[in-house]
Nanobody, 125 residues
Framework: QVQLVESGGGLVQAGGSLRLSCAAS????????MGWFRQAPGKEREFVAA????????NYSDSVKGRFTISRDNAKNTVYLQMNSLKPEDTAVYYC??????????????????WGQGTQVTVSS
């Protein structure tokens, strides 16, 4: 079992930056691929970014490519999402997720096995 706890959300003006963190319990973190998803009110959960177990392979949605960066520190059991040039349309609850298939930088929420409780990001115009 893996527990994931997100932090770092908040209120920021458009054009600003935030860094989200997701701390994982358990010694198996380094084997998992990790992903970030977001869900705005009235919308489905959507893929944001993913990283494989090593940190060497990443995947981004087109809407955040060039603005967001996913990274991980396996020594700290933590995955990060650096968000720059934030836009009001980035407003959502952000979730991190763990995929037991460590090589797979999947975009489908159904491919992930564990989820955090989410952290709110609000971008004002």
């Amino acid at each position: 079992q893996v527990q994931l706890v997100e932090s770092g959300g908040g209120l920021v003006q458009a054009g600003g930056s935030l860094r989200l963190s997701c701390a994982a319990s358990g010694r198996t973190f380094r084997r998992f691929a990790m992903g970030w998803f977001r869900q705005a009110p009235g919308k489905e959960r959507e893929f944001v970014a993913a990283v494989d177990w090593s940190g060497g392979n990443t995947n981004y949605s087109d809407s955040v490519k060039g603005r967001f960066t996913i990274s991980r520190d396996n020594a700290k059991n933590t995955v990060y999402l650096q968000m720059n040039s934030l836009k009001p349309e980035d407003t959502a609850v952000y979730y991190c997720a763990a995929n037991e298939i460590g090589l797979r930088v999947a975009v489908n929420p159904g491919d992930y096995d564990y989820w955090g409780q989410g952290t709110q990001v609000t971008v004002s115009s």
